[in-house]
């Protein structure tokens, strides 16, 4: 990934950590509004960290708030190698487009 999507990644997954994290009970007003704009830039880490949490961890003897903490890795894991797939295809196409194929350079 080059730097400027490095970049937006960190912050869209901080903006959405901490979004998720202070809807839990800060403001009565803005706690609705801050777990949608979590779960929108958390997106699709955020369900297969919790499908992951509940298939493998659910019956152990942790806590709901322990389970936060292993969910937040491995959301952050998922949408890394969800970001970097997305980045890899855009540059991809990207540079298909700027070269003339060679069907075309032959015309």
Known sequence: MNR???T????????GE???WFSSGQSPRGGPWAW????VFLLPG???ASWLIEKFLWGSSL???QLQWFKVPCEIVINGAVWFIFAACVS???GM???????AARS
């Open 36 to 39: 949608v704009i979590g779960v």
């Open 92 to 94: 991809r196409g990207i």
């Open 8 to 15: 937006a990644f960190v912050f869209s997954q901080l903006i």
């Open 46 to 48: 955020d369900i297969a």
């Open 18 to 20: 901490l979004a998720v």
């Open 4 to 6: 400027i999507i490095l």
């Open 63 to 65: 806590t709901l708030h």
């Open 97 to 103: 487009i700027r070269r003339p194929g060679r069907k």
